[in-house]
């Protein structure tokens, strides 16, 4: 099983300032079979990024994902009151399987 | 508009067996595979299981194989999880989810709003 490791656990910033969030995974991941997705409280999750760098329709052009092989990130560049939430990585290469997520916190 | 809405969910003994159930529309719902995911309270996100859109290929994840069955009915628009010999770990919101293209990889574009599941006695 590929595992997914996602750091910080917590990220503490405030609006306007630019959040940069780490997803490391055990093996590669071919083909960059890697999304991010957004979870606010008492909420379903929403798909950001696919395909490590692709954003999903609809999201914003401040959330960019980038990486490969083993290392990727999801970059928000000017952080909004509503992205104040936990972000998962996932990867979709073998089997399926989420990072633990990352709390972006005020 | 992509819609998933999920029920059957409630509190159910260990050893019981509930059957959830998702309702699809706003989507060619018989070219799409899908899956369950689920969400301990406070925790993360766990993938529990998919199905391809012709019900020929189905895949667990190795904590419910062999309690969990996943079905759908396509003339129904309809995807299901049979779950026996519930567990307390089993406890979570049970997310319906789409797959974003039609290939057997592809990532999870729409989700439904949960159904939650409590194992207890």
């Known amino acids: 099983e590929i595992v997914l490791t996602q750091s910080p656990g917590t990220l503490s910033l405030s609006p306007g300032e630019r959040a940069t969030l780490s997803c490391r995974a055990s093996?590669?991941?071919?083909?960059?079979?890697l999304a991010w997705y957004q979870q606010r409280p008492g909420q379903a999750p929403r798909l950001l990024i696919y395909?490590?760098?692709s954003r999903a329709t609809g999201i914003p052009d401040r959330f960019s994902g980038s990486g490969s092989g083993t290392e990727f990130t999801l970059t928000i560049t000017r952080l909004e009151p509503e992205d104040f939430a936990v972000y998962y990585c996932?990867?979709?290469?073998?089997?399926?399987?989420f990072g633990q997520g990352t709390k972006v916190e005020i | 508009e992509v819609q998933l809405v999920e029920s059957g969910g409630g509190l159910v003994q260990p050893g019981g067996s509930l059957r959830l159930s998702c309702a699809a529309s706003g989507f060619s719902f018989s070219g799409f595979s899908m899956n369950w995911v689920r969400q301990a309270p406070g925790k993360g996100l766990e993938w529990v299981a998919y199905i391809s859109s012709s019900s020929s290929t189905i895949y667990y994840a190795d904590s419910v194989k062999g309690r969990f069955a996943i079905s759908r009915d396509s003339a129904n628009n309809s995807l299901f999880l049979q779950m026996s010999n519930l567990r307390d770990e089993d406890t979570a919101v049970y997310y319906c989810?789409?797959?974003?293209?039609?290939?057997?990889?592809?990532?999870?574009?729409?989700w439904g709003h949960g159904t939650l599941v409590t194992v207890s006695s």
């Open positions: 093996e590669r991941i071919i083909s960059n079979y």
């Open positions: 989810v789409k797959m974003g293209s039609s290939g057997r990889k592809s990532w999870f574009d729409s």
């Open positions: 395909g490590a760098s």
């Open positions: 996932q990867q979709y290469g073998r089997s399926r399987t």
